[in-house]
């Protein structure tokens, strides 16, 4: 509800200030209203007695005349003393009554002849109690206005004499008691021991009950509030009034004066008026004043909040201080803030370093990716052409090793007939006719010797081109290739000339005989040659089975590079993917604070998107894995 600290601290204050200002109102206002109603009651109390004291001065007054008239009783003429003490009294008619039933008035008019005093209500009541006494208001048969009797004997208390009789008319006395007028809603009444009204200010409320003015009242009532002294709280004509009930001494009377609250505490409500209007204004100037105070108290810490939400709405700036005046708690915050703001900027600083640092590292981890990346794609692919290059050799090792054992047999076969051929010739002498058809069989012998040559040769040239394929490993496998060439070619050649001896051997049949040992002789050169290309071909199966055995070990040792090289693409592939994690955060920690504007020149690092590292390694993301080469 209350966002702010201005804003509580004023409704704080104004809070103490409204209690403060409403606490004193209220204590003045009980404190008024405490006097009030003292000075109420006192002026109840003093209106009640001034009033009843009236009444009764003129009770006395009106005793007095007519206990003057005594000694009319004893004169020869009473009338004359009767007629002064109606003129000096106010008396409305002046009598004597006596205890023979005779009856004196001192205007001298006549009593009707039936007319017993001594039964009158005035008579009878003086009699019983032996002394002064008032009756009842009544309607004067004479005037026709309501009046009251004041009767007094006269004699002794036990057998008077006779009775005075004076009556008065009650238009002063109500005159008098409607004058009662504390305020302007306020009046009073005359109400009788009987409990009837005498007066009232309204006519109709006359010679009634009391009760029938409200219905809590009555005479005991009245008798009892005005021996108790008290006020009481009563509505009276729907008006809550405060009533004073006082008796009348000298009759049994009682004056009531109802003083009318609203009029008696109405300035009691514009005192409360006065007090709340002043309240009111009180508060709006303590509000304006402290609404300046806190504004001028709080001024330091509005700047702190606003460069609080700088700072944590992205502005960043933390070049801004705030201005440290006085000694309170709002310049405490200001000079805690400007510390913490500088032991911030100090930290941006050195992660803004190490962010550089960071950013550097990763790039050469970048690099160095891309370098490797690049030496395992170059290896992978030579590796794939090594791979290759052994399936061919491998093939040409296989076909090298069976020519080998066929070329081998093939020499072994010639043996035996090189050898069959020596015991032939042993026989040539004998069987010269048979020259003919051996000399056939040489030729297919010769032709397949031929054969052989030449294979041996294409054999010797593939083992040649090989040799120079393996480079320094192969130098002494190209030179018995190059000694089983020019055996080859030798054999060759031999087979050349024993064709051409066999094509002329049927013109030289004739000559054959003398040259049967040059023959022969030849024989044994050529069991010789072949005996030595038996051996030749023994070396070249083995050569050819060690090399096998060697490019066995080669395609293991491929094998184990190309599982390395597998390895190394993975890691590889990890390196680059956390060098780029390493750049994407090293990008991320830079552009966090090159937010912060710092009061150094050093300018806010600009974000670097990992895109970059992605599309600079392509060869490290998209690596292609190394084709297994498949050796047999």
Do not use: C
């Amino acid at each position: 509800m209350f966002s702010s600290l201005r804003t509580k601290l004023l409704v704080i204050s104004l809070a103490g200030v409204v209690l403060s200002v409403g606490g004193l109102g209220a204590a003045n206002f009980i404190t008024a209203k405490v006097q009030l109603q003292d000075a109420l009651e006192e002026q109840l109390t003093s209106a009640a007695k001034s009033n009843a004291a009236a009444l009764e001065v003129w009770l006395r007054a009106k005793r007095l005349v007519t206990a003057s008239m005594k000694e009319a009783v004893t004169a020869d003429d009473p009338g004359p003393v009767l007629r002064a003490a109606t003129a000096a009294g106010d008396l409305e008619r002046a009598y004597i009554g006596y205890p023979d039933k005779r009856m004196v008035y001192g205007d001298g008019s006549k009593a009707a002849a039936d007319y017993d005093p001594t039964v009158r209500p005035w008579y009878t009541k003086a009699l019983k109690e032996r002394g002064p006494t008032l009756t009842a208001p009544f309607k004067s048969a004479l005037s026709g206005v309501r009046i009251v009797t004041f009767a007094v004997p006269v004699g002794p208390p036990e057998a008077p004499i006779a009775v005075l009789g004076a009556n008065i008319a009650l238009t002063r006395i109500a005159a008098q008691v409607r004058a009662i007028k504390p305020t302007e809603n306020s009046y009073g009444f005359l109400v009788g021991g009987d409990g009837n009204v005498i007066v009232h200010k309204q006519d109709k409320f006359n010679e009634v009950p009391v009760k029938d003015v409200q219905k809590d009242l009555s005479a005991d009532g009245l008798k009892e509030l005005a021996a108790s002294k008290k006020t009481l709280a009563i509505t009276l004509e729907n008006r809550d009034v405060l009533m004073r009930v006082e008796k009348i001494e000298g009759a049994d009377w009682y004056l009531v004066i109802a003083l009318d609250k609203a009029d008696a505490t109405a300035g009691l409500t514009a005192l409360l008026k006065s007090s709340l209007l002043t309240a009111l204004l009180a508060v709006a100037l303590a509000a304006s004043v402290i609404g300046i105070l806190v504004a001028r108290s709080l001024r330091q810490l509005e700047e702190v909040r606003r460069a609080m939400v700088d700072i944590g709405q992205g502005e960043g700036d933390l070049t801004r201080r705030i201005e440290e005046v006085g000694k309170d708690e709002v310049a405490q915050i200001a000079k805690a803030y400007n510390r913490f703001v500088d032991k911030l900027a100090a930290t941006i600083k050195s992660i803004r370093s190490s962010s550089e640092a960071v950013k550097l590292g990763a790039g050469e981890i970048a690099q160095g990716s891309i370098d490797l990346s690049s030496r395992t794609e170059q290896q992978a692919a030579s590796l794939e052409e090594t791979a290759s290059s052994m399936e061919e050799l491998t093939s040409t090792v296989q076909q090298n090793s069976a020519s080998s054992r066929h070329a081998n047999q093939l020499v072994m076969a010639s043996a035996e007939y090189a050898e069959k051929g020596g015991k032939l010739m042993s026989e040539v002498v004998d069987t010269m006719g048979q020259i003919s058809s051996s000399s056939a069989k040489i030729g297919d012998i010769i032709g397949v010797i031929d054969s052989i040559a030449f294979q041996t040769n294409i054999l010797a040239l593939n083992a040649a081109v090989e040799a120079a394929r393996a480079g320094e490993t192969g130098r002494g496998f190209a030179v018995v290739a190059s000694e089983v060439r020019n055996l080859a070619h030798r054999s060759a050649q031999a087979a050349k000339e024993i064709k051409a001896l066999i094509d002329t051997s049927n013109e030289q049949v004739t000559r054959g005989v003398s040259q049967v040992e040059k023959v022969g002789s030849t024989m044994d050169e050529i069991l010789s040659s072949i005996k030595h290309v038996t051996d030749i071909t023994s070396e070249i199966t083995a050569a050819s089975e060690e090399q096998s055995s060697g490019i066995a070990q080669v395609h293991q040792a491929v094998t184990q590079m190309d599982t390395v090289t597998q390895q190394n693409a993975a890691l590889v592939e990890e390196a680059a993917a956390a060098a780029a994690s390493l750049q994407d955060q090293a990008a991320a920690l830079a552009e966090a604070v090159g937010q912060f504007k710092l009061d150094d020149s050093t300018p806010a690092m600009a974000p670097t998107s990992a895109v970059t590292f992605a599309t600079a390694t392509p060869s490290v993301r998209n690596l292609p894995a190394p084709r297994r080469a498949r050796l047999n």
